[in-house]
């Protein structure tokens, strides 16, 4: 099962742009790659998931290259309140479900 | 809006006693899951289950069981509690893979923070 590899913290100022590199060098042809946002005291929140190329929703961007051993997770203009612990993780499928495995995460400062 | 409950936010038991954690969601989900969340560690699956009474191992399964006899609930048992189950427990639930739609995604409970002492 792929294992994942992301930055321990990174700092921001608000507006600015942010890209978390992830990479996952094993990872297999039917795995997804996936991101999760989590708060103290609450549980992981799922931002983003893409399979190859750019997937893009309402809160964030993913960039997958063609050979997918990294994503880049792109947050446009981040606020204060985007201030949280980002998982990059691949899921794997399984027969009914998928298996899920997080890493260390990256933990987000963003500065006023 | 999706929501998962666990039963307790704080809890703190002592070693050998036997404690449930329950977690209940209200999508209608198939699948349900049990986490736990250790500094430097990330999340470690310790159980799954894909139906009603249906469970399978996660990886770190020992120590710990699950039951599941609604849909809607999973419980997570610590048959005798030890120290190193201290630990933020964290329950998810999910569709099946491929019925999701365009993601296949888990929705987390705010999770129960376990000290045994």
């Known amino acids: 099962l792929a294992k994942t590899t992301q930055p321990i913290s990174m700092d921001s100022y608000e507006g600015q742009e942010v890209n978390i590199t992830c990479s996952h060098n094993?990872?297999?042809?039917?795995?997804?790659i996936t991101w999760y946002q989590q708060f103290p005291s609450q549980g992981p929140r799922f931002i983003i998931q893409g399979y190859k190329t750019k997937v893009t929703n309402e809160v964030a961007s993913l960039f997958i290259p063609a050979d997918r051993k990294s994503s880049t997770l792109s947050l446009p203009r981040v606020s204060l309140s985007d201030t949280a612990v980002y998982y990059c993780?691949?899921?794997?499928?399984?027969?009914?479900?998928?298996?899920?495995?997080f890493g260390s995460g990256t933990r987000l400062l963003v500065r006023p | 809006d999706v929501k998962v409950t666990q039963s307790s936010r704080y809890l703190v038991k002592r070693t050998g006693e036997k404690v449930f954690l329950e977690c209940v969601q209200d999508?209608?989900?198939?699948?349900m899951f049990w986490y736990r969340q250790d500094p430097g560690l990330g999340l470690r699956l310790i159980y799954f289950?894909?139906?009603?009474?249906?469970?399978e191992k996660g990886d770190i399964p020992e120590g710990y069981s699950v039951s599941r006899e609604k849909k809607e609930r999973f419980s997570l048992i610590l048959e005798s509690a030890s120290t190193n189950q201290t630990s933020m427990y964290l329950c998810a639930s999910s569709f099946p893979y491929g019925l999701a739609g365009d993601t296949d995604t888990q929705y987390f409970g705010p999770g129960t923070r376990l000290t045994v002492l």
């Open positions: 999508m209608d989900h198939e699948n």
């Open positions: 289950s894909y139906d009603v009474k249906m469970k």
């Open positions: 993780l691949v899921a794997t499928p399984m027969d009914s479900s998928y298996k899920l495995i």
């Open positions: 094993n990872i297999a042809t039917n795995d997804y």
